[in-house]
Nanobody, 112 residues
Framework: QVQLVESGGGLVHPVGSLRLSCAAS????????MGWYRQAPGKVREYVAH?????STNYADSVKGRFTISRDKNTVYLQMNSLKPEDTAVYYC????????WGKGTLVTVSS
C-alpha cells in the first residue's frame, strides 16, 4: 500500500523559514513526479511546486524565489523561506506513479 507521510509543519513568524518533508513508502522504483500543493482555509487546493525524477523543478509564481523543492530518492522536501501570512495552509504531498497519490497534509501557520 502506497503511503505519503508529511512532516515539518508548524507555527512560524512572518519572514521565518520551515522545511517540510514527505516520505513515500510502498512504491517500487523511482517515483516520476513528486510535489506539493496547499489549501488555505476557505480556498481550493492549489499547486505549489513539483520535481521530476531527473531533477527538473517548477514553482507557482506565488512562491518562486522563496521556496525550494528537492528530493532524495522517494523523499521530497520543501524549503520555505521568507514566509508570509498568506502562506498559511495545509500542505499536501503528491506523488505521481501511474496514478496520483496524496498525503494527509501538514499544517503551516505563519503568524506573529
Amino acid at each position: 500500500q502506497v503511503q505519503l507521510v508529511e512532516s515539518g509543519g508548524g507555527l512560524v513568524h512572518p519572514v521565518g523559514s520551515l522545511r517540510l518533508s514527505c516520505a513515500a513508502s510502498g512504491i517500487i522504483g523511482s517515483i516520476n513526479v513528486m510535489g506539493w500543493y496547499r489549501q488555505a482555509p476557505g480556498k481550493v487546493r492549489e499547486y505549489v511546486a513539483h520535481i521530476i525524477s531527473g531533477g527538473s523543478t517548477n514553482y507557482a509564481d506565488s512562491v518562486k524565489g522563496r521556496f525550494t523543492i528537492s528530493r532524495d530518492k522517494n523523499t521530497v522536501y520543501l524549503q520555505m523561506n521568507s514566509l508570509k501570512p498568506e502562506d498559511t495552509a495545509v500542505y499536501y504531498c503528491s506523488a505521481v506513479h501511474g496514478i496520483r497519490y496524496w498525503g494527509k497534509g501538514t499544517l503551516v501557520t505563519v503568524s506573529s
